[in-house]
């Protein structure tokens, strides 16, 4: 079985532009969740899906979000990118969400100049 | 101070050697996860634990519910074993994360 998949894999962009991140689960997992990852802050939580809805959101500004298609793969979108979002970006997918076993993707690795 | 506290921060061993790691919560939690976390990024979910224990192969996780407090221990350590492992808790609405203990293990 294949493993989550995140595209692409390495992004460099400037302030104020905006950027999508892919994220595509295992097959037959129907929920997917975003963490943020810095030197900073550490692993922190940014949004869970499950079969198309939002379930929970972490504490994050507007200008992060996201969205989860029918065949399960979930995309997240940074708008007016600002340095601070330099960050890698990992998702997870589960078969149910909660508390369940969670199989990590290799992150995509974003920086912002 | 954080909701979710590991120590050490940093551990060096000998190949060979008894390794543990501490994990103390303050939240109520549906489940607790241990993490390992190679150089490039990618992150390996080791246990999920809502009681008792577990074991798998030289790793071994424990978790007190009533103490708030779970702890990772790898037996016979070996170089490979060296990464940063994460302790992470599971709640009804996110996951809350500790800063991460990096684990350098020497031949």
């Known amino acids: 079985k294949a493993g989550v998949t995140q595209t692409p894999r390495y992004l460099i962009k400037t302030r104020g532009q905006q950027v999508t991140l892919s994220c595509s689960p295992i097959?037959?997992?129907?929920?997917v969740s975003w963490y943020q990852q810095t030197p900073g802050q550490g692993l922190q939580f940014l949004f869970e899906?499950?079969?198309?809805?939002?379930?929970n959101k972490g504490n994050f500004p507007g200008r992060f979000s996201g969205r989860q298609f029918s065949n399960s793969r979930s995309e997240m979108n940074v708008s007016t990118l600002e340095l601070g979002d330099s960050a890698l970006y990992l998702c997870?997918?589960?078969?149910?969400?909660?508390?369940?076993?969670?199989?990590f993707g290799p992150g995509t690795r974003l920086t912002v100049l | 101070k954080n909701e979710v506290e590991q120590s050490p921060q940093n551990l060096t061993a000998q190949e060979g050697e008894f390794i543990t790691i501490n994990c103390s919560y303050s939240v109520g939690i549906s489940a607790l996860h241990w993490l390992q976390q190679h150089p490039g990024g990618g992150i390996v979910s080791l246990f999920m634990l809502s009681s008792g224990k577990k074991k798998h192969g030289r790793l071994i996780a424990t978790i007190n519910i009533q103490e708030k407090h779970s702890s990772l221990h790898i037996t016979a350590s070996h170089p490979r074993d060296s990464a940063v492992y994460i302790c992470a808790v599971r709640n009804n609405n996110d996951m809350r994360f500790g800063a991460g203990t990096r684990l350098t293990v020497k031949p």
């Open positions: 997870a997918s589960s078969w149910s969400g909660g508390a369940v076993e969670q199989f």
């Open positions: 097959s037959g997992h129907r929920s």
């Open positions: 899906y499950f079969s198309e809805t939002q379930r």
